[in-house]
């Protein structure tokens, strides 16, 4: 029979998390030491143990909860309910639950991490969210067009490639400087110049 999941302390489970995370980058899943996570971790093993039942549940759990602190935070806007006006506001509340959640959740950060560095087919779960953030974006740009809030004039492949590579651009920067608070000025003013570049003025 199933183990069933059981609740952790969310300071533990993010310290467990973690030390997954950056253990998963380095060595990758199968050569990754569940010892070390939980000595990382600074969790005692029959601790561990009680809540997962080996390295495989821990990696899907966890993947599990920061997709759905994602969620939480960040609710993309239905684009079919967006006209000229709402457009752009739109956007912009979008961008900043993102950075909303990197500072109130700084778990989901490791999240950021494994969708960056995690090369394509080492983990469904990243590779599913790649799909569907590239998917997401290419879909905000089509009706940015047909609202006329997005210029036309640049093949639409060649835009959605500009837009998505520069969002991820400024997200991986934002990891390198580990200060969202300081970075802020500059990641508004980037996405400024995206969007006047977007928009095509």
Not at 12 to 41: D, V, Y
Not at 139 to 167: K, W
Request: charged letters at 30%.
């Amino acid at each position: 029979m199933a183990r069933k999941a059981q609740p952790m302390a969310a300071d533990r489970e993010a310290r467990l998390f973690t030390a997954a995370a950056e253990e998963f980058l380095r060595f990758g899943f199968e050569t990754a030491s569940l010892n070390r996570i939980i000595a990382a971790a600074e969790i005692p093993k029959s601790s561990f143990y009680h809540y997962f039942t080996d390295k495989q549940e821990l990696h899907d759990r966890m993947m599990t909860a920061l997709l759905s602190a994602v969620e939480d935070f960040v609710q993309p806007p239905q684009l079919d309910a967006l006209d000229r006006e709402s457009y752009w506001p739109a956007i912009a509340t979008l961008l900043g639950d993102v950075t909303r959640m990197a500072q109130e959740r700084p778990v989901t950060v490791e999240l950021a991490r494994l969708f960056h560095a995690l090369p394509d087919g080492v983990d469904s779960s990243v590779d599913e969210l790649r799909r569907s953030a590239r998917a997401w974006s290419d879909a905000a740009l089509r009706r940015g067009a047909e609202l006329g809030a997005v210029r036309t004039d640049l093949q639409r492949e060649l835009l959605a490639d500009i837009v998505f590579s520069v969002l991820l651009t400024l997200d991986r920067w934002a990891l390198r400087t580990g200060a969202a608070a300081k970075a802020e000025p500059e990641m508004q003013l980037a996405l400024r110049s995206l969007r006047r570049f977007v928009e095509g003025d």
